[in-house]
């Protein structure tokens, strides 16, 4: 769920956004980020919510980085970036960000102004940069950051469009076999009296339901779909199929490794910022599923008793046997932060190797299932001609 925290930042009154659980979950982010709460309150979402244009955050960061290595100043790069800018609504936030630096704010509080286009972990990463005067160096972190999370996402998205298709295709030629196919067929066997094969009479008994009922049963499965998109648009009911897919084996193991991914290359690259875990920790909390932050509480617990950050990591569950070893090897050479983004690249190489032995393994299957779903409405279409030519022999 998404909430909306009015804070104060520096004397600034600014509103920020984030995802969580509850209003208290969405007050503490806002804290953990040195923010004065004010209020908080639930976004109403619905099927008829304006969305938001997305803002383009790593060309943003490519092209400032860019700017920034030429020699121009901060205030210079974005007013080049804010007067090449032709989008509306992306011109509008590059001169808000600048209106707030005019009146000397820093950066960070600027950005902060703008939660819908500047992530919180954006915001905090230049946050840190203030602190050491390195905002280059931040933003090519951040770039490789996003750069290495886009190319997982495009494995994963890759890797279901032809079962999705190839579900969508089938689908329709089953439709279109019921639907059309099978009442015409119908009619050749309308007078062959009463003694009927029962192949036969369920070709003709379906056929009747189409006739009578045809139009209910369109209207209730375009009724159906409309319903499906709705209800896959709500946090609640995608958070619910998660949790299904969580509970297979196999599945729910790669989706778990998949979140430690995430969580680990957010970790690195916050902890490389000059972010301590504590708080590294806290901004990375949204990246996890629901059902692992109460692990992740416990991690940070122990942390801040003094722990060390893989024995806390092993005890709240979050690590995997590989991962485990390498922070304890992290924690040896005091380079954690580049560790934790090597435990993400492993986790990343581990879930393509598996998505392409599942698409392998997968597709072949539908396949056939498929298939033998059409074969089974031919065989039913074409099996009462049989028994009619075997019967006047």
């Known amino acids: 769920m998404r909430f909306q925290v009015r804070a104060l930042s520096a004397g600034q009154l600014v509103t920020l956004e984030y995802e969580a659980q509850h209003a208290d979950e969405a007050a503490g982010k806002a804290r953990s980020q040195g923010y004065e709460v004010l209020a908080t309150k639930a976004e109403r979402e619905g099927l008829l919510q304006r969305k938001r ?19 121009l100043g901060l205030v210079e790069s974005l007013e080049g970036i804010a007067e090449k800018e032709q989008r509306p ?3 509008q936030v590059l001169r808000g960000v600048l209106e707030a630096l005019y009146r000397g704010q820093t950066f960070s509080a600027a950005l902060a102004s703008f939660p819908h286009a500047f992530t919180g972990l954006y915001t905090s990463m230049v946050k840190a940069s203030e602190r050491t005067g390195d905002l280059p160096e931040a933003l090519l972190r951040y770039i490789g950051y996003e750069q290495q999370v886009e190319v997982l996402r495009k ?6 469009i032809y079962p999705v298709l190839l579900m969508t295709v089938g689908g329709l030629v089953v439709l279109f076999l019921l639907g059309y196919v099978v009442p015409r067929f119908s009619q050749i066997y309308a007078d062959t009296g009463e003694n009927q094969a029962w ?16 139009h209910v049963l369109l209207m209730g499965g375009v009724a159906l ?13 995608r958070g619910k199929l998660m949790s299904l897919l969580w509970r297979i084996p196999t599945v729910g193991e790669q989706m778990r490794v998949f979140q430690l991914a995430r969580f680990y ?5 916050l902890l490389e910022g000059g972010i301590t875990v504590t708080q590294a920790l806290a901004m990375a909390r949204g990246l996890l599923a629901a059902s692992m ?8 617990s122990m ?16 690590v995997t046997p590989v991962s485990l070893r390498m922070l304890r090897v992290g924690e040896k050479s005091g380079e954690m932060g580049r560790m934790m983004e090597h435990i993400a690249t492993l986790h990343d190489e581990e879930i393509s190797r598996w998505l392409e032995w599942f698409t392998r393994l997968f597709e072949p299957l539908l396949m056939i299932f498929i298939g033998l779903i059409i074969g089974a409405v031919v065989v039913m279409l074409y099996m009462p001609i049989f028994e009619l030519a075997g019967s006047l022999q």
């Open 53 to 71: 244009s997305r803002f383009p955050l790593l060309m943003f960061s490519q092209e400032l980085l860019s700017l920034l290595k030429a020699g």
């Open 89 to 91: 609504e992306v011109a």
């Open 155 to 160: 494995k994963l998205i890759a890797s279901s």
């Open 199 to 214: 192949m036969l009479k369920l070709v003709l008994g379906w056929a009747r339901i189409m006739e009578t009922h045809g």
């Open 225 to 237: 779909l409309v319903a499906l998109g709705v209800a896959l648009s709500r946090p609640s009911v």
């Open 265 to 269: 290359r957010t970790l690195g690259m």
């Open 293 to 300: 932050h109460q692990s992740l509480g416990q991690a940070a």
């Open 303 to 318: 942390i801040k008793e003094g722990r060390a950050i893989s024995e806390a990591m092993e005890a709240a569950g979050l």
